[in-house]
């Protein structure tokens, strides 16, 4: 096999794989608080955090070695975590401590 020829399968196996995983999922902040308590996505599934609010969130995901802090989030702006290691994270909103959401990831 030529290098083309086994660039190209690798890319298949690469795109196939991708296919298959999870759809992103999506969480809404509003009345100052997200749209579920309790969130259980597949390893490697994206969960779009997205600000349907009238005030500005500060998205923060804490758990199994992430700390991810989305800096000041708009209202209509998203935020898009990649949850890749499976455990628990805790979400919060750095602005309203009130809000929290906790991730199961399988």
Known sequence: MNRASLLCLVTAVLLA?????AAPLTVTQKGL???VADLSVSKGQIVVFVNDDRTAHNITVT????????GLQQPGAEF???FAKPGTY???????????????VK
């Open 80 to 82: 898009k975590v990649p």
């Open 33 to 35: 608080q997200f749209s």
């Open 17 to 21: 794989g991708a296919v298959r995983a």
């Open 63 to 70: 758990g199994e070695g992430l700390a991810l802090n989305g």
């Open 90 to 104: 805790q979400v919060s909103c750095g602005i309203h401590p009130k809000m929290k959401l906790s991730v199961t």
